[in-house]
């Protein structure tokens, strides 16, 4: 039993060296963003916000794109990333499937999202930008892009959402120790900040408040930009090299994914496990892919398709994806990377043309999965990524139940050492489920009213 493979490794000669652009491969193009007033934007309305080396990726519709050199010699400091075989939950589930994880953990910043930060930062520096803004939810893409900035020789400043910043002080000082600066947000630095803590003092916050903050901040200064840790293309691209090692991994021991499964707050970890499998489905494989979400944050799984905003005061263009309103502040559920409004355009249009299921899970069902998880595997995830666990070990148990031999593979997008509180939080039986009331939802999707509606 010893003696049994674990952990599929690759060399850094076999690192991918393009990434891949689900875009070129939609049978059906993706709609445009659009402007306040309906009318499709161009790449200069991006201008202020992003360098334009970013927004050419943005619009690519180029299959694969290089990866320059200098950003693979970074990416190796944790790249290629191990893809494990979970024996040990296997035997736990009694199970007959095969289930295996990419671990994106092992990165400095503990999760998937320096594939990008590292990414998005060196286009800024090549481009002449001295700051970056941004904002995080749990702190992991705040943490990511304050890694990559300090690397590259850029400043960065974070906007974390306040439920988050106090519910994980840690991140905001791994932050500080890369250099970064981290407020709580709402904060009293910008004007949207000011108008909602007047209106609400106690506001736990929201992603879509936070990113409204930091474009607040990147458009008052020309050499500072906008960096946004998923939702955006070019996010969903640079995080395609996690599928792409996977691929390659599950090649080298001779086996092939019946299911995919990877947690969706604004798609990014997402897609990078699953849009490189989406074009071997469009090629013919018969496999299922999963997104998994909060019951709480039900983007995919009960938002309507529409034009919506990307944050709360309606900075950021108009994108098509599903959306549960630009103003709905979820409840505080610890999964923080996991209380976006939105889905990334790309996944929502994967889902709308049928390429990709999407499932919701309340949090008591995913801290389960994480301690058993823990208990068998021994890494402990993050509370976004337990999501993803828990779905895995609910297509364990069909296969169960079907006596199926399923090989499984998830993203394990991120460890939970710095999202301890909720683990205690659990133990103290203290946590609960928040399934969204209809009343809620209705609600929250009136601030769409008046939007294009997409054709
Ligand atoms: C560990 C981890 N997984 C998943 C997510 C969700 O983001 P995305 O859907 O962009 O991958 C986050 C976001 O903060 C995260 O930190």
Not at 167 to 178: A, G, L, N, S
């Amino acid at each position: 039993m010893l003696s049994e493979q674990i952990k599929v490794v690759l060399t850094e000669d076999e690192m991918p060296r393009q990434w891949y652009n689900l875009a070129a491969d939609f049978k059906k193009p993706m709609l445009p963003p659009l402007d306040i007033s309906g009318k499709p934007i161009g790449p200069d309305a991006l201008s202020a916000v992003f360098p334009m080396n970013l927004i050419e990726q943005e619009v690519s519709t180029e299959r694969w794109i290089d990866i320059p050199e200098e950003i693979l010699g970074y990416l190796k400091l944790w790249r290629p990333a191990p893809l494990y075989r979970a024996r040990r939950l296997e035997k736990a589930l009694g199970t007959p499937a095969r289930i295996y994880y990419k671990n994106e953990g092992v990165s400095p910043a503990g999760s998937h999202k320096p594939n990008t930060a590292i990414a998005q930062a060196w286009y800024n520096k090549q481009f002449g930008i001295k700051k970056l803004t941004t904002e995080t939810g749990a702190g992991q893409w705040g943490s990511a892009l304050s890694f990559a900035c300090s690397l590259v020789g850029l400043e960065c400043k974070v906007y974390m959402v306040r439920i988050s910043f106090d519910q994980k002080p840690f991140r905001k000082i791994m932050m500080e120790t890369w250099g970064g600066t981290c407020v709580a947000s709402p904060s009293t630095e910008t004007e949207i900040g000011r108008k909602i803590l007047a209106e609400d003092p106690d506001t736990p916050g929201s992603l879509g408040i936070a990113i409204s903050e930091a474009i607040e901040e990147c458009v008052r200064s020309d050499d500072t930009r906008y960096a946004l840790g998923s939702v955006l293309n070019h996010v969903m691209l640079h995080q395609t090299v996690i599928g792409l090692e996977a691929q390659q991994q599950m090649k080298k021991i001779g086996e092939y994914p019946d299911i995919i499964i990877g947690c969706a707050g604004g798609g990014s970890n997402f897609a990078g496990i699953a849009f490189p499998f989406i074009n071997d489905r469009m090629n013919g494989r018969d496999i299922r892919i999963i997104a998994t979400e909060p019951e709480a944050c039900p983007t995919l799984t009960r938002a309507k398709f529409r034009y919506d905003s990307g944050d709360v005061a309606m900075m950021t263009p108009l994108l098509p994806m599903y959306s549960l309103g630009h103003t709905f502040v979820p409840p505080p559920l610890h999964a923080g990377g996991l209380r976006y409004h939105g889905m990334a355009p790309m996944v929502s249009h994967a889902l709308r043309e049928g390429h990709i299921e999407a499932a919701s899970i309340g949090q008591m069902e995913c801290y389960e999965a994480a301690v058993l998880f823990a208990r068998t595997e021994g890494f402990i995830p993050a509370p976004e990524t337990a999501h993803a666990i828990a779905e895995a070990v609910r297509e364990a148990g069909k296969a169960t139940e079907e006596g199926k031999e399923r090989v499984i593979l998830f993203n394990w997008s991120g460890h939970g050492l710095m999202d301890l509180k909720g683990y205690q939080a659990y133990f103290n039986g203290d946590l609960g489920n928040y399934p969204l009331p209809d009343e809620l939802l209705q609600k929250s999707e009136i601030c769409m009213q008046g939007l294009p509606i997409p054709g």
